[in-house]
């Protein structure tokens, strides 16, 4: 039961609900055993003429009694094992979610969305089986069956009940087995579920690409193909269903087969009587149904010990970038940036994607850095924010290696610009201001206007408030890159890092935008990472990279005196420029 363990101080704290709400369930089965008895005395009573009207009423009322008893119990146990289990499944996803979050990005590729998103969901709902329906199933299980051979033996007949008992070893072993076998059929319908759902997605999110490369036809071939793998799975589950139930009913069956012969002639004999032959067929009834529970109850079980098992190894799995007790709070930092002898390369790469950086940005400057398209580029303002470890060399800020610095504290003064520019599916207003706790509509067009963005903003149908992403309008390139710069600088951040955030907007529109960034960065540090020069050009000091190392460094006029990469990619651009213009 080690896989319970994360869940223990859960089951301490809710010990009482669950123990009451057993309590309930034994008193439904309790009223549950009453039934067979009182028709054991009506049956007696009626064979031997004992009954008249009246007490016939006192009869019908025993069994009202018993079944407004049964609804009341059954409603508190319902309320209380089955609440206390999507209580667990909800404190149990807040932790995962949480703990995900807290995950470095290095975790992220390592494992596949889908997967993640199966444990969130799959597993949970594995383990609230287990910890709610499963542990009714399993009271039920043990105690009803027990008790109802015991009623069985002995207030009718022992022999009887032995030989009505002979085909249930039987029953509970093929109803074990067919439980494995429907477990994992319905996994495999569940896989093949999951493809068909993932093909009809990526055609829909993709639809443009499928229809501007014609290639409907292939597409619904390849769709066909996984909706027919999907058909036979169903088709091979409903076999075993097909199987699987008739068999149960052909060996509960037996026992009634047995119980007419035998108890039957019982009664010819005057051995037992009427009543007790029909309370006999009641509680064998009742057995039969709560005995094919069993296979049920082991399977579901089983299930959710795995569930919780695969769950445990994600909660136990540590951030590998995390403060320490040391790490430092930087309230007020200046924003002065040194790179000493940078080496980094990604887990499971061969290749260094940087190799001995050093660079020193001093407070209030810009740097400015070209190259070409893998390069390394996006890795240094990754490796200053700490979404990586650095492997040799060091990174500071304001003379603190940034291992020393709270992670918290690290991010929260440096506003990044991804190079992907990613928004969420919520309005502009709430984009922008995602970074900070509070914000005013003033502050929030004040940035706007300097990522030039605020005009588009109001030609919006509800300029502010428009949703964007899936449920809401979708932007171009160039508009969502803005909105993120907005979104950066009202952190009002002491290093500001735009990642290629420009490059989807025209020349004009990037003069504008970096002479509005330069004044509002007037004494802060700023980075700047692009593919065209003309990005750059004003930086205070430029780095060349290539292959990840630097191999030219200095003004916008050194370089080009410099003669080297820098001055041919720049030559180029001015020649395209010049075509195009
Ligand atoms: N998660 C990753 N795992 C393995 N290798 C990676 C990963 N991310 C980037 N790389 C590799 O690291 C190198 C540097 O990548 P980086 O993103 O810094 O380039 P870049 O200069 O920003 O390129 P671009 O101009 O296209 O944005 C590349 O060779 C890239 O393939
Ligand atoms: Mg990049």
């Given at each position: 039961m080690d896989s319970f363990k994360t869940l223990k101080p859960f089951f301490i704290e809710h010990k009482w609900t669950y123990v009451l709400g057993i309590l309930c369930l034994l008193v439904v089965d309790l009223l549950q055993l009453l039934i067979p008895e009182v028709l054991r005395s009506v049956t007696n009573n009626l064979?031997?003429?004992?009954?008249?009207?009246?007490?016939?009423?006192?009869?019908?009322?025993?069994?009202?009694?018993?079944?407004?008893?049964?609804?009341?119990?059954?409603?508190?146990?319902?309320i209380l094992i089955l609440g206390a289990s999507r209580k667990l499944e909800y404190h149990l996803r807040n932790k995962l979610f949480l703990h995900l979050l807290n995950m470095s990005t290095t975790y992220y590729n390592r494992h596949k969305t889908g997967d993640l998103m199966a444990h969130v969901t799959n597993d949970i709902h594995a383990v609230r089986m287990a910890c709610g329906p499963g542990i009714v199933a399993m009271t039920d299980a043990i105690f009803l069956n027990i008790a109802v051979i015991v009623m069985m033996s002995f207030t009718t007949d022992l022999r009887l009940t032995a030989l009505a008992l002979l085909p249930m070893p039987l029953l509970?072993?093929?109803m074990t087995k067919f439980g494995k076998l429907?477990?994992?059929?319905?996994?495999?319908?569940?896989?093949?579920?999951?493809?068909?759902?993932?093909?009809?997605?990526?055609?829909?999110?993709?639809?443009?690409?499928?229809?501007?490369?014609?290639?409907?036809?292939?597409?619904?071939?390849?769709?066909?193909?996984?909706?027919?793998?999907?058909?036979?799975?169903?088709?091979?589950?409903?076999?075993?269903?097909?199987?699987?139930?008739?068999?149960?009913?052909?060996?509960?069956?037996?026992?009634?087969?047995?119980?007419?012969?035998?108890?039957?002639?019982?009664?010819?004999?005057?051995?037992?009587?009427?009543?007790?032959?029909?309370?006999?067929?009641?509680?064998?009834a009742l057995l039969v149904s709560s005995i094919s529970v069993i296979g049920w109850v082991i399977n579901v079980m089983q299930r959710g010990m795995a569930s919780m098992d695969r769950i445990d190894i994600i909660l136990k799995?540590?951030?590998?970038?995390?403060?320490?007790?040391?790490?430092?709070?930087?309230?007020?930092?200046k924003g002065d940036i040194i790179f000493n002898g940078v080496s980094f390369k990604h887990p499971k790469s061969s290749e260094y994607a940087l190799k001995d950086i050093s660079f020193h940005l001093p407070s209030g400057q810009s740097l400015g850095i070209i190259g070409r398209t893998g390069s390394g580029k996006t890795t240094i303002p990754h490796l200053l924010l700490r979404i990586y470890n650095t492997i040799e060399g060091s990174i500071s800020i304001d003379d603190t290696s940034i291992e020393e610095i709270q992670l918290k504290s690290l991010r929260e003064n440096i506003g990044f610009v991804d190079q992907d520019s990613i928004l969420f599916s919520t309005t502009i207003k709430d984009n922008i201001g995602f970074g900070v706790d509070t914000y005013t509509m003033e502050e929030v067009e004040k940035f706007s206007r300097i990522a030039d963005i605020h005009e588009n903003i109001m030609d919006f149908p509800n300029k502010y408030e428009t949703t964007v992403g899936e449920r809401?309008?979708?932007?171009?390139?160039?508009?969502?890159?803005?909105?993120?710069?907005?979104?950066?600088?009202?952190?009002?951040?002491?290093?500001?890092?735009?990642?290629?955030?420009?490059s989807a907007v025209d020349t004009n529109t990037e003069e504008k935008i970096l002479y509005e960034l330069k004044k509002e960065?007037?004494?802060?540090?700023?980075?700047?990472?692009?593919?065209?020069?003309?990005?750059?050009?004003?930086?205070?000091?430029?780095?060349?990279?290539?292959?990840?190392?630097?191999?030219?460094?200095?003004?916008?006029?050194?370089?080009?005196?410099?003669?080297?990469?820098?001055?041919?990619?720049?030559?180029?651009?001015?020649?395209?420029?010049?075509?195009?213009?």
């Open positions: 064979e031997r003429n004992l009954l008249t009207f009246d007490g016939l009423l006192i009869y019908a009322f025993y069994i009202l009694l018993i079944g407004l008893g049964l609804a009341v119990f059954r409603f508190f146990w319902r509970i072993f093929s429907i477990h994992i059929g319905f996994k495999e319908v569940q896989e093949s579920f999951a493809d068909v759902t993932d093909k009809v997605q990526e055609n829909i999110s993709g639809i443009r690409v499928v229809k501007s490369f014609a290639q409907e036809e292939s597409e619904i071939k390849g769709f066909e193909e996984k909706n027919e793998m999907l058909f036979q799975k169903n088709m091979r589950l409903a076999k075993i269903f097909g199987t699987f139930h008739p068999l149960v009913q052909f060996l509960s069956a037996l026992s009634f087969v047995i119980t007419i012969g035998y108890g039957g002639t019982l009664v010819i004999y005057g051995t037992i009587s009427l009543g007790d032959f029909v309370a006999f067929t009641t509680y064998l799995e540590q951030p590998e970038i995390k403060d320490t007790p040391y790490s430092k709070n930087l309230i007020d930092i809401g309008i979708t932007l171009s390139g160039g508009q969502k890159q803005r909105i993120s710069i907005a979104r950066a600088l009202i952190k009002n951040p002491k290093i500001l890092i735009l990642d290629d955030c420009l960065m007037k004494h802060k540090t700023t980075i700047i990472v692009a593919h065209r020069v003309s990005t750059i050009k004003n930086c205070d000091k430029i780095i060349v990279l290539d292959h990840g190392t630097i191999i030219e460094e200095g003004t916008h006029q050194e370089l080009l005196d410099f003669n080297g990469l820098y001055a041919d990619i720049y030559e180029k651009q001015l020649l395209e420029e010049k075509i195009y213009n």
